[in-house]
């Protein structure tokens, strides 16, 4: 299979997919190859874009997740438009209760993103229901959350189709095969496919694919309940992020609660000590849950890289460009992934955030290429 004008996105999940619909619209010729679509780590994120609720601290890091949070509204209204989908983009905004008073209140944010602290009194008031162990939190109003799982991909699927976008579901690529200075071609399951540029956004497989770009799985398990019909209204119409759990209502009544955080290769399924701790937590920090029925349990695999930061840009292959290792933010940052990583690959230009992000902050001595 030869589609050599094209640039080739290795990897469909929600990442590919962002880029892919980009690109198109900006007048590339885009092939997607996607090993399977349901393993992507974009079915599994409870899709919080929660760069202040995630206690990012102030920083390159910090910037990128506000730069695209900001993007959302535009970014979903686009996706709207190309495909007449709900995308289900919700600016709730998100309570982060704490069970002990931290040593300081303020959090150091920039001004049209506000943190506020609210005391035990004011945060009761605010959401009605919090356990008896909270005493007190933030408030993050910008924060947000989109139905990734349900809305979100299958929205990027659809325009991607719209737009003319090649999609080779199934495809797996097996090798890439490389000279010391470029990609020359892939070596699929279907014989070997070449391009003009190549952009990988494989997630947590991506260190299998190409070792010398650090990135392994941490897997999460999730879980979803249903706010019963008895209720008159949504019990919740915020994100509560607390300690290690987070608790995401969507507007349907469907309420999406995540995640446990292990280190355990790719080992599949659900486990009682996750399920377990995510129930406790959870009816710890919103007791009404305890009630309500549940839904689905799932689980999946985080793209990490060592120091939790996403890699984007250059890559050792100059016709290779990286967007892997977005780690618990995939969600947040797939439109700021997409717009600069098409200005990279069609113009050239790198936006100054990029150099935090780059690759090469991990190839040291011992890394062989
Ligand atoms: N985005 C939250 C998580 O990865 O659990």
């Not at 709730?92 to 001004?111: N, S």
């Not at 129930?279 to 007791?287: G, K, S």
């Not at 947040?332 to 955030?353: F, G, H, N, R």
Request: charged letters at 20%; a negative charge; aromatic letters at 8%.
């Amino acid at each position: 299979m030869n589609v050599s004008d094209d640039i080739i996105i290795i990897g469909g999940g929600l990442m590919g997919l962002s880029l892919a619909v980009e690109l198109k619209l900006r007048g590339a010729n885009v092939t997607v190859l996607s090993r399977n679509f349901h393993e992507a780590a974009g079915h599994v994120a409870a899709g919080m874009l929660a760069p202040q609720a995630e206690a990012i601290p102030p920083g390159p890091m910090l910037e990128l997740g506000l730069r695209s949070r900001s993007l959302y509204p535009q970014w979903t209204q686009k996706l709207e438009q190309i495909t007449g989908l709900d995308t289900s983009y919700w600016p709730c905004g998100i309570l982060a209760p704490v069970y002990e008073i931290p040593d300081t209140t303020k959090i150091d944010h920039p001004a049209d993103s506000p943190a506020i602290w609210l005391d035990q009194q004011a945060i009761n008031q605010h959401q009605p229901g919090l356990g008896a162990d909270v005493v007190g939190g933030w408030w993050f109003p910008q924060d947000a959350q989109v139905d990734n799982r349900r809305h979100l991909v299958k929205a990027l699927q659809a325009a991607s189709e719209k737009l003319g976008v090649k999609t080779l579901e199934g495809v797996e690529v097996q090798d890439i095969i490389r000279n010391s200075k470029a990609v020359e071609a892939l070596e699929t399951n279907r014989g070997k496919i070449t391009g003009s540029q190549y952009i990988l956004t494989t997630g947590a497989w991506t260190g299998q694919l190409l070792p010398q770009v650090p990135v392994y799985p941490r897997k999460g398990q999730m879980l979803s309940v249903k706010v019963p019909e008895s209720f008159d209204s949504l019990p919740l119409k915020q994100v509560l992020f607390g300690t290690e759990i987070y608790v995401v209502p969507r507007r349907d009544g469907l309420i999406v609660i995540g995640a446990t955080l292990e280190d355990v290769g790719f080992n599949v399924g659900l486990t009682p000590d996750g399920v377990q701790s995510l129930l406790w937590r959870a009816i710890r920090i919103f007791p009404l849950l305890r009630d309500f029925p549940i839904q689905e349990f799932w689980w999946g695999f985080r793209p990490t890289t060592p120091d939790l930061l996403p890699i984007l840009g250059t890559s050792p292959f100059e016709n290779l460009t990286l967007a892997v290792g977005h780690y618990r933010n995939g969600i947040l940052l797939a439109p700021i992934t997409a717009k600069l990583i098409t200005e990279w690959v069609l113009e050239q230009k790198s936006d100054p955030l990029l150099e935090y992000f780059c690759w090469e902050r991990f190839s040291t001595a011992q890394l062989q290429y």
